[in-house]
């Protein structure tokens, strides 16, 4: 059974209807091609949330709603009636570009040689790596190894992480699938269980490629760069105190995001692909104390 989540104009996402059909009659979309895997860990996730004692865990597990760009639109005129600084961006610039990518391993792949480096930069080291790796799957890279990475100019420290995370993906160690299916709180501990995947690029997976609606990546070095810029901050906050900020932009602080990332871009003179600014976020250290 899946949840229907209506967009509310008074900031509230918590009303929804559970119906096996739309208001028109036509029964709703049912998951497809779960593989056992991917249903027993999205169950675990929901087992999880009944454990801990959360409100409404008992509800059936459901893909949560991605952003489109009818909401896009709607929420950013929200977030502008809310607060000055993101109207004077939204009367600039208009509504954000609907700034996507493909769910999958490579996407992440990608993200994870974003970390730290400029995006151009990225894109070459994907490019060339989407090139030497026919086909581009986790098996292919696992069977090639650290050995072919490094020689195609990627770091010794990301050799490992993207082996790593092919590993986990071909072994089910990590459902990308399932991640559909997961709330964000869960999703993004799934994904940080991975060595080399820390917060940033959690959050970089799950704004643009899964498109949720309430994710803001704090340690995004183009983001504070904006906040700090349209809020006339003298010196850069800490990734707590710019978490703190975007607190009051709940439940769209994706959408926010989207519009920082729009005005970053607007002011070095182009819209670029994929929403972030010359340097990528840097990634803090996880519970477990790796970096990633």
């Known amino acids: 059974m899946f949840v229907e989540l209506k967009f509310l104009s008074t900031w509230d996402f918590s009303s929804i209807r559970n119906e096996t059909t739309d208001k028109h009659g036509a029964a709703l979309p049912q998951p497809q091609n779960l593989t056992t895997k991917t249903r027993r860990i999205a169950k675990d996730s929901f087992a999880s949330s009944c454990l801990r004692g959360e409100q409404d865990a008992c509800a059936p597990i459901v893909k949560p709603r991605a952003i489109t760009p009818k909401i896009l639109a709607?929420?950013?005129?929200?977030?502008?009636?809310?607060?000055?600084?993101?109207?004077?961006?939204?009367?600039?610039?208009?509504?954000?570009?609907?700034?996507?990518?493909?769910?999958?391993?490579?996407?992440?792949?990608?993200?994870?040689?974003?970390?730290?480096?400029?995006?151009?930069?990225?894109?070459?080291?994907?490019?060339?790596?989407?090139?030497?790796?026919?086909?581009?799957?986790?098996?292919?890279?696992?069977?090639?190894?650290?050995?072919?990475?490094?020689?195609?100019?990627?770091?010794?420290?990301?050799?490992?992480?993207?082996?790593?995370?092919?590993?986990?993906?071909?072994?089910?160690?990590?459902?990308?699938?399932a991640l559909s299916f997961m709330n964000d709180e869960d999703a993004k501990a799934e994904l940080t269980k991975i060595v080399g995947i820390g917060p940033w690029t959690a959050d970089i997976y799950l704004l643009m490629a899964l498109r949720r609606p309430d994710i803001w990546p704090s340690s995004d070095l183009a983001l504070v760069t904006s906040l700090c810029k349209i809020r006339s901050l003298r010196e850069r906050p800490p990734a707590s105190e710019v978490a703190r900020l975007a607190e009051v932009w709940r439940p769209f602080r994706s959408v926010a995001a989207r519009m920082l990332w729009q005005y970053y871009l607007a002011g070095k003179g182009g819209q670029g692909s994929g929403g972030a600014g010359e340097q990528r976020g840097r990634e803090s250290r996880g519970a477990a104390g790796r970096r990633g």
């Open 74 to 177: 709607k929420a950013a005129r929200l977030l502008a009636e809310r607060d000055r600084h993101l109207a004077v961006i939204l009367e600039r610039h208009g509504t954000p570009p609907m700034w996507a990518r493909e769910p999958g391993f490579s996407t992440l792949v990608k993200i994870v040689l974003e970390q730290q480096v400029s995006l151009a930069s990225a894109r070459s080291t994907f490019e060339r790596l989407m090139a030497s790796v026919k086909p581009f799957s986790p098996g292919r890279i696992v069977r090639l190894g650290e050995t072919h990475l490094r020689s195609q100019g990627i770091t010794r420290q990301k050799s490992a992480y993207i082996k790593n995370l092919a590993q986990a993906v071909l072994d089910g160690t990590l459902s990308l699938k």
